[in-house]
Structure formats: C-alpha cells, structure tokens
C-alpha cells in the first residue's frame, strides 16, 4: 500500500507550483506599494500547510480514471485559497493570536496600525483588513478554479459541486459560533458541527470534485463513496482537530497550548466530558471553558478533567472506528488500484496528523 505521505508528496509540489504561478499572475495589477502587505501577508499564509484539501480532489479526479493533468492540479489548489480565506476569518471569530506559528492575519494589519501611528483603533483595523483579505481570497479561489485550463464540461459538471462546498463551509462556521453562544452541546450537535465546519469541505466535497471533473455527471456509486468514505474521513479529520486543539503540542500545532479552551469550542471532547462529569468537574469545565485570560494552570485542569471522564480515550476511539469505517468502504468501491491505495494512506494520514 502507498505510504500515509506518499500521495500528498505527489500533489505537494504541483499544488505550490500552482499556487505561485497564480499570485504571480495577479502582481501586476496590484503594484501600487499600499498593497504590498496584502500581498506578503498571502504569500506567507498559503506557504504553509498540509495540502489534504488538493490532495483529496486530484485522487478522486485519478480514482475515476483521469490522468496526471496540470490544470487539474490548478483547480484543486485553489482550494487552498478557499482554506486560506477560512481561516482567516475564523482567526478573527475566535480572537486568536497565532497562525502555524506566525501571527493571525488581523494581528499582524493591527501591529501595522499602531506602528505605523495611524488614527483610530489599531484593533478595529487590524480585523477589517483581515476581513477584506479574506474575501479576497474567497473570490481568487472561484478565480483559479475557473481559469485552471480543465475544459468547460468537466468545469460546468463540477460547478455545483464546488459551490454548495463554499456554502455549506458558511454554514458550518456559524454552527460553530452557535455551539459558542449556547454553551451547552449535545452529542448530535457536535457531530454535526465537526460535519459542516470542516468535514465536508475537507475530504467529502474535494473528493466529489475530482470524481466529478473526471466523470462529468455524479452516478449513485459517487455519492456513495463520499459518504461512507468521505464523510466519515471528514468527521474523523475534525475530531483529532479537537483533540489537537486541547492536548497538541504548540511546536507543531503553530498555535498556544488550549486554545480551544480559552476560545470556549464545544467539541465532541467537551460534550462527552460533560456527559460523563461529577458534578464538580462539571464545574470545573463551566468555570473555565471559555475564559480568554486560561493560564497553562487551568489548561492543565481541564486536560485532566477531559482524560479523568474518559473523553478522550471515547473520542479516540471514535476516530478509530470513522477510519476502520471509511477504509473498509474503499475495498469494493470501483474505482482505480492506485487511488484506492493513495485514499487508504491519506485517510490513515489526515487523522494521525500531529498538526
């Protein structure tokens, strides 16, 4: 079987390659210097990251019988300009600090601000930019995908696809923001928000759109393997996501230890904590939870807390069995030998990740 990095490697390159090509391309008409920070501010932004998004769409595109096509790999890279957009805004939903070790889009325009002297608030600015930056990101991403070079056939079949994915993203961010403001959570509710936030747009939508590009039409044998692999990836995806959020180590995360906690996130990891809690660790996570000002003591607290009630090792054992689950549904679905195996790798992949 292909190793867990083999097929990003293979879409890695391609997908930077793309993605340079297509900024370089947009210099031009940005040339005046007051855009120059907007520019370096995106080019350090899409430097990073896993490429799964990409990945997950050029192997369904090669699972369905389509070759090593350059303009292919264009339109799955702009994926990660749509991931870059999100994440953007959600940095300044969350009100958080870092990003893959650098600061977040909107600190970095505030610090320029209040170098800079400028009037007003430094803050106030810092998440306007961030928001417009955003958005500009959001419409090069339909920008790129439209101008890949895959014919228009393919491009018009796959066109739905691609916008419900954008939409369904809105969704699940404010599902997030409404988990947030209830306070409470439900097992049915987190699920459903590891679904919408990032479970779809991360395997289940990619994967469609490379299907799709190569088949030109969804057949029911699409839809079922995006269900019962994609999704249960997705959902898998953004359970060890959680878990990363609470327990991950910064140096590798790129982001401050608990994050999630300070930010308040209702998790599967915090639903099945309650669930399970005494009534003094109950107090514990409702005391805590959500407070931005959460030193590494009250981090510590909460970690223990979550392992105490066995909410991890239940969430763990919830990402086994999603992957058990989506691996088993790959063994007769028709598609291609050696995408069979590089869906198997990158599965195992993005739900091991220790970033």
């Given at each position: 079987?292909t190793t867990s990095?083999?097929?990003?490697?293979?879409?890695?390159?391609?997908?930077?390659r793309?993605?340079?090509?297509?900024?370089?391309?947009?210099?031009?008409?940005?040339?005046?210097p007051?855009f120059?920070?907007?520019?370096?501010?995106?080019?350090?932004?899409?430097?990073?990251?896993?490429?799964?998004?990409?990945?997950?769409?050029?192997w369904?595109?090669?699972?369905?019988?389509?070759?090593?096509?350059?303009?292919?790999y264009?339109?799955?890279?702009?994926?990660?300009l749509?991931?870059a957009?999100?994440?953007?805004?959600?940095?300044?939903?969350?009100?958080?600090?870092?990003r893959?070790?650098m600061?977040?889009a909107?600190r970095?325009?505030?610090?320029?601000?209040?170098?800079?002297?400028w009037?007003?608030?430094?803050?106030?600015f810092?998440?306007?930019?961030?928001?417009l930056?955003?958005?500009?990101?959001l419409?090069?991403?339909?920008?790129m995908w439209?101008?890949s070079?895959?014919?228009?056939?393919?491009?018009a079949a796959?066109?739905?696809?691609?916008?419900h994915?954008r939409t369904?993203l809105?969704?699940?961010?404010?599902?997030d923001?409404?988990e947030?403001?209830?306070g409470?959570?439900?097992?049915?509710?987190?699920?459903?928000v590891?679904?919408?936030?990032s479970?779809?747009?991360s395997?289940e939508?990619?994967?469609?759109l490379?299907l799709v590009?190569?088949?030109?039409?969804?057949?029911?044998?699409i839809?079922?393997?995006?269900?019962?692999?994609?999704?249960?990836?997705?959902?898998?995806?953004?359970?060890?996501?959680?878990?990363?959020?609470?327990?991950?180590?910064?140096?590798?995360t790129g982001?401050?230890?608990?994050d999630d906690?300070?930010?308040?996130?209702?998790?599967?990891?915090?639903?099945?904590?309650?669930a399970?809690?005494?009534?003094?660790?109950?107090?514990?996570?409702?005391?805590l939870?959500?407070?931005?000002?959460?030193?590494?003591?009250?981090?510590?607290?909460?970690?223990f807390?979550?392992?105490?009630?066995?909410?991890l090792?239940?969430?763990?054992d919830?990402?086994?069995?999603?992957?058990d689950d989506?691996?088993?549904?790959?063994?007769h679905?028709?598609?291609e030998?050696?995408?069979?195996?590089?869906l198997?790798?990158?599965?195992?992949?993005a739900?091991?990740?220790?970033?």
């Amino acid at each position: 079987m292909t190793t867990s990095a083999a097929p990003l490697d293979l879409v890695r390159s391609e997908v930077d390659r793309s993605l340079r090509r297509f900024l370089d391309e947009q210099r031009p008409f940005f040339d005046d210097p007051q855009f120059a920070v907007l520019l370096s501010t995106v080019d350090d932004f899409i430097a990073g990251g896993k490429r799964l998004r990409p990945a997950f769409c050029h192997w369904g595109w090669r699972a369905a019988g389509g070759g090593d096509d350059p303009a292919v790999y264009r339109a799955a890279a702009s994926l990660e300009l749509l991931q870059a957009s999100a994440l953007i805004h959600d940095d300044v939903m969350d009100a958080s600090d870092l990003r893959r070790g650098m600061p977040a889009a909107h600190r970095r325009f505030e610090r320029l601000h209040a170098e800079s002297g400028w009037h007003g608030s430094a803050e106030q600015f810092g998440e306007g930019a961030a928001v417009l930056l955003g958005n500009l990101l959001l419409i090069w991403s339909g920008q790129m995908w439209r101008t890949s070079g895959v014919p228009d056939e393919a491009l018009a079949a796959a066109q739905p696809v691609y916008d419900h994915m954008r939409t369904e993203l809105m969704f699940g961010q404010y599902l997030d923001l409404l988990e947030q403001a209830k306070g409470e959570s439900t097992f049915e509710s987190a699920l459903r928000v590891a679904l919408y936030k990032s479970g779809k747009y991360s395997v289940e939508q990619p994967l469609r759109l490379g299907l799709v590009l190569a088949t030109r039409g969804v057949t029911p044998w699409i839809d079922r393997l995006c269900v019962e692999y994609g999704q249960k990836v997705g959902i898998a995806f953004q359970l060890r996501d959680d878990v990363l959020g609470v327990f991950g180590d910064p140096a590798e995360t790129g982001k401050p230890a608990g994050d999630d906690l300070r930010e308040g996130k209702r998790t599967m990891l915090i639903a099945r904590t309650l669930a399970a809690a005494t009534d003094s660790q109950a107090e514990v996570v409702r005391t805590l939870l959500g407070d931005p000002k959460l030193d590494g003591e009250g981090v510590a607290q909460l970690r223990f807390v979550i392992e105490e009630t066995g909410a991890l090792a239940q969430c763990e054992d919830m990402i086994k069995r999603y992957l058990d689950d989506a691996l088993r549904s790959l063994e007769h679905a028709p598609i291609e030998a050696e995408a069979r195996d590089a869906l198997g790798a990158l599965a195992v992949a993005a739900t091991t990740r220790r970033t």
